[in-house]
C-alpha cells in the first residue's frame, strides 16, 4: 500500500525522523488556513501517488495568503498523469544547503535489507547511479541486528556526506530503518534528505510503500493510502478479499495461484495479446468465489475476452465450472470466454460446462492453446470451437 507524502511524513515523526510542519487541506480556504498558521513562506503540495508534481505545477512557493489561494485553486483537482488532486500538503518552507537521498528498501535476491545511500539527492536515483556510481552507497543490513548507529555513521561517511552534519545523517538513517521494520514497510525513501543552513537533516519529502499482507498488525494504518484515486475495481476486489490488480490490455484473466496468473499474463502477452488485469482466485475456490471473480473482471468495460486458466490441486475444476455457468445466469456476460480446466476433477468440469452449452465458451487443453485462442477472440476472430 503506496502512502501520499504526507501520510509517509507522519509515519517518520513518529519514529523521530525529522520534517517541517505541515497540514493536510482538501479546500483554499483550509490551504489559506493552515498557511496562516504556519507562517510564510510556505510551499503548497499536491498529494498523489505519482512523481512529476513539480514539472506538472503541483508543487508552489507561496509568500503570502493571496499566493496560497491562487496556488491551491489552481492544484486541486488537478490532473497528474491520471491522478487527481484532491489534498494539499501546506508546509513551512526550507532553506536547503545540500539535498542527499536515502532509502531502505527489501533486496529480494539477498533477502536483506537494503541501505541505499547518496549525497546526490533531489534526482532520480537511478540517474545518480549512472552518471555517479562512486556517489551512491548501497549497504545490507542483518535483519536479525537491525541498523546500528555505527553502521549508519559508516554509511554516511562513506557516502561522503559533509563531516559536520554525518551524526545527523546517521541518526536519519537508523530513524528511517525503525519505520521500515516497525510499520513492516516494503519501501522508505527521502529524496531529497535536506541538510539546512543551520546544518539539521530533515526529510523534504517520503515515499512510503507498506505491505498489505502485514496490515493487520497495523490497524492504525489501515485507513491511509489514497483511497480516492484508487482504481475503483480495485478497491471493491479488496473489500471482497479478492487478489486482483488492474492492468492497461483487454484479456481478463483469472487463475488459481499467484504463480500460475503470473505465468498465464506471460504467456497472453506471448501470443501478442495485452492482459487487462491480474486475479487469483486463491486455492480452494468454490462456484460463489469464481461468480464474484467474473463479475469483477467484467466491471472493467475494456475487457473483449476472458480466460480462465484453472490447475485443480485444492481448487476443483468442477467448482470453477458451476461458478463459471452461475455467472453466465446471472451476469450473462457479453464477451467470449477461453477455459481451460487441468488437475482435481477435470473432467467433470469440462462434461459440465459442455452439457450447459454456454454461449461463446470455448475451451482449451494447454496454455499455450489457450493463450492463442483468447487473443484471437479478442480481435474479433471466429474460432469455431466450443467448451
Not at 105 to 132: H, M, N, T, W, Y
Not at 159 to 179: F, K, S
Not at 346 to 351: C, M, Q
Request: aromatic share 4%.
Amino acid at each position: 500500500m503506496d502512502l501520499l507524502e504526507y501520510q509517509g511524513k507522519q509515519l517518520f515523526a513518529k519514529h523521530g525522523l525529522a520534517v517541517s510542519p505541515g497540514k493536510a487541506v482538501a479546500t483554499v480556504a483550509d490551504a489559506a488556513s493552515a498557511a496562516n498558521e504556519l507562517g510564510y513562506p510556505v510551499v503548497v503540495k499536491a498529494q498523489v501517488l505519482i512523481g512529476g508534481r513539480g514539472k506538472a505545477g503541483g508543487v508552489k512557493l507561496a509568500d503570502d495568503e493571496e499566493q496560497v489561494r491562487d496556488h491551491a485553486q489552481n492544484i486541486l483537482g488537478m490532473d497528474i498523469r491520471g491522478h487527481i488532486v484532491r489534498t494539499l500538503w501546506i508546509e513551512h518552507a526550507s532553506d536547503i544547503a545540500a539535498e542527499y537521498y536515502a532509502s531502505i528498501v527489501l533486496d529480494r535476491a539477498a533477502k536483506k535489507p537494503l541501505v541505499i545511500f547518496s549525497i546526490e539527492g533531489g534526482v532520480e536515483i537511478e540517474q545518480v547511479a549512472q552518471e555517479s556510481p562512486q556517489k551512491l552507497v548501497r549497504r545490507h543490513v542483518d535483519a536479525l541486528e537491525g541498523l546500528s548507529k555505527r553502521e549508519a555513521l559508516e554509511i554516511a561517511t562513506q557516502g561522503r556526506a559533509e563531516d559536520d552534519v554525518i551524526e545527523g545523517v546517521a541518526d536519519a538513517l537508523v530513524a528511517l530503518y525503525e519505520v521500515w521494520t516497525e510499520e513492516d514497510a516494503m519501501l522508505t525513501e527521502i529524496n531529497p534528505l535536506i541538510v539546512t543552513p543551520g546544518r539539521d537533516v530533515k526529510a523534504l519529502d517520503a515515499k512510503v510503500t507498506l505491505d498489505d499482507n502485514a496490515l493487520y498488525r497495523h490497524p492504525e494504518n489501515q485507513g491511509l493510502s489514497d483511497i480516492q484515486n484508487e482504481d475503483p475495481i480495485e478497491r471493491r476486489a479488496k473489500e471482497e478479499g479478492v487478489q486482483y490488480v488492474a492492468l492497461d490490455g483487454d484479456i481478463g484473466i483469472l487463475g488459481n495461484g499467484a504463480g500460475l496468473v503470473m505465468s498465464t499474463l506471460d504467456v497472453v502477452a506471448q501470443a501478442g495479446g495485452s492482459p487487462a488485469n491480474f486475479l487469483d482466485a486463491g486455492g480452494g475456490s468454490d462456484a460463489e468465489k469464481i461468480k464474484q471473480a467474473v463479475d469483477l473482471i467484467l466491471a472493467n468495460d475494456a475487457v473483449k475476452a476472458v480466460l480462465f486458466n484453472i490447475f485443480g490441486g485444492i481448487t476443483r475444476c468442477d467448482e470453477v465450472a458451476r461458478g463459471l455457468i452461475a455467472a453466465f445466469e446471472e451476469i450473462r456476460p457479453a464477451v467470449p470466454f477461453v477455459v481451460r480446466l487441468d488437475g482435481t476433477n477435470d473432467a467433470e468440469g469440462r462434461r459440465l460446462l459442455q452439457e450447459a452449452a454456454l454461449p461463446n465458451v470455448h475451451g482449451a487443453r494447454t496454455m499455450n492453446e489457450a493463450a492463442a485462442m483468447v487473443v484471437a477472440l479478442a480481435a474479433g476472430q471466429n474460432i469455431g470451437v466450443r467448451a
